[in-house]
C-alpha cells in the first residue's frame, strides 16, 4: 500500500507558474504508474498527466501538453508537475493517483485504474 501526499496548490495569476509534489511512503515507489489528475467545480475529475511505471514514457491531456510537465524523483518517493503558462481553465483541485501495475495504451486516462489517491491540492488561476 502506498499514501499520497500533494502540496504546492495555490493562487497564481494567468500566465504564472506553479509546481505541484506528490510524496508518497513506501519503498516501492519506483513501480507505481503515477499520475495526475484534476477536478474543477461542477465538473467530472480529468485526466492530466501520467509517467509509467518503469521507463521515460508520458502521457499529456491535450490541454496541457506543451505547459505541464510530469517528473519523478525515485529516490525521494517524490513525483512533480510543473505548470506553466497556466490558463483560468486550469483551476482545478488536483490529484495525484498510483497504481502498482503496468499500465498500456487508455488505461493512463481513466481515473478508476488507479488504486491510490492524494487528499488534492487547490490551484486557483485568476485573469
Known amino acids: 500500500q502506498v499514501q499520497l501526499v500533494e502540496a504546492g496548490g495555490g493562487l497564481v495569476q494567468a500566465g504564472g507558474s506553479l509546481r505541484l509534489s506528490c510524496a508518497a511512503s513506501?519503498?516501492?515507489?519506483?513501480?507505481?504508474?503515477m499520475g495526475w489528475f484534476r477536478q474543477a467545480p461542477g465538473k467530472e475529475r480529468e485526466f492530466v498527466a501520467a509517467?509509467?511505471?518503469?521507463?521515460?514514457?508520458?502521457y499529456y491531456a491535450d490541454s496541457v501538453k506543451g505547459r505541464f510537465t510530469i517528473s519523478r524523483d525515485n529516490a525521494k518517493n517524490t513525483m512533480y508537475l510543473q505548470m506553466n503558462s497556466l490558463k483560468p481553465e486550469d483551476t482545478a483541485v488536483y490529484y495525484c493517483?498510483?497504481?502498482?501495475?503496468?499500465?498500456?495504451?487508455?488505461?493512463?486516462?481513466?481515473?478508476?485504474?488507479?488504486?491510490?489517491w492524494g487528499q488534492g491540492t487547490q490551484v486557483t488561476v485568476s485573469s
Open positions: 509517467r509509467s511505471r518503469s521507463g521515460p514514457s508520458t
Open positions: 493517483a498510483a497504481d502498482p501495475t503496468s499500465f498500456s495504451g487508455s488505461t493512463y486516462y481513466r481515473d478508476y485504474e488507479y488504486d491510490y
Open positions: 513506501g519503498r516501492t515507489f519506483s513501480s507505481y504508474t
